[in-house]
């Protein structure tokens, strides 16, 4: 019954693969995030889709791309893989996507995935 | 615009002292401000949040924060360290940022260590 979950947790690959990352939310929550964490522990937003809709997308190359098929489900595909790609990726969603006294924008992160580029 | 700045990188307590973790911000508008925190190979979990009521917030696990408005702080305390405290700690502030559209900004984090 894990509120955000995402797969894999590890995952280890060689530069100029492709791969993804999946995330799925089961709190029914309408907005959903991408963000990843280097190595000093910076946390960056990525993209965030709101009822499957981008609303946004940070400075990211276009090697990421995000796909919502529903507003449970946030996948970030990476393509031409490099060696900075190298970080943990958080998923992440709240109910709403707007700051207010119901703190209705509370973020549930999910335990990351561990990318390595070799 | 808005910023968050965690004015510390790392801060030292030793077992059963008080821990003082700083936060700053900087928003055009009413901001509502979150505590987070990391435990080592983990995802984030919520610690507390402001959101424009009691300016005296209090969370899990014996953390509280103080949203000051005239000081633009919204600092984490706790009376007495545990050693399940040692966790990477992050500020956060969302506000309306204009033209319709919303802005949710991470600190870089404040790593605390609990010395037994």
């Known amino acids: 019954d894990t509120a955000v979950s995402q797969t894999p947790k590890y995952l280890v690959t060689q530069m100029g693969n492709d791969k993804s990352i999946k995330c799925e939310q089961n709190?029914?929550?309408?907005?959903m995030y991408w963000y990843k964490q280097d190595s000093k522990k910076f946390l960056k937003i990525m993209f965030s889709?709101?009822?499957?809709?981008?609303?946004i997308n940070e400075t990211v190359p276009n090697r990421f791309s995000p796909k919502s098929p529903d507003k449970a489900h946030l996948n970030l595909h990476i393509n031409s893989l490099e060696l900075g790609d190298s970080a943990v990726y958080f998923c992440?969603?709240?109910?709403?996507?707007?700051?207010?006294?119901?703190?209705?924008?509370?973020?549930?992160f999910g335990a990351g995935s561990r990318l390595t580029v070799l | 615009a808005q910023s968050v700045t965690q004015l510390d990188s790392h801060v030292s307590v030793s077992e059963g002292t008080p821990v003082l973790l700083r936060c700053n911000y900087s928003?055009?508008?009413?901001?509502?401000l979150f505590w987070y925190v990391q435990h080592p190979n983990k995802g984030l979990q919520l610690l507390l949040k402001?959101?424009?009521?009691?300016?005296l917030v209090k969370g899990i696990n014996g953390f509280e924060a103080e949203f000051k408005k005239s000081e633009t702080s919204f600092h984490l305390t706790k009376p007495s360290a545990h050693m399940s405290d040692a966790a990477e700690y992050f500020c956060?502030?969302?506000?309306?940022?204009?033209?319709?559209?919303?802005?949710?900004?991470f600190g870089k984090g404040t790593k605390l260590s609990v010395i037994p």
């Open positions: 956060v502030v969302t506000s309306y940022s204009g033209a319709g559209s919303y802005q949710l900004t």
């Open positions: 402001y959101t424009s009521a009691a300016t």
């Open positions: 992440a969603s709240s109910q709403v996507w707007s700051p207010g006294s119901s703190g209705a924008n509370v973020l549930t």
């Open positions: 709190l029914g929550h309408d907005t």
């Open positions: 928003s055009s508008y009413s901001p509502s």
């Open positions: 889709y709101n009822n499957k809709e981008l609303i």
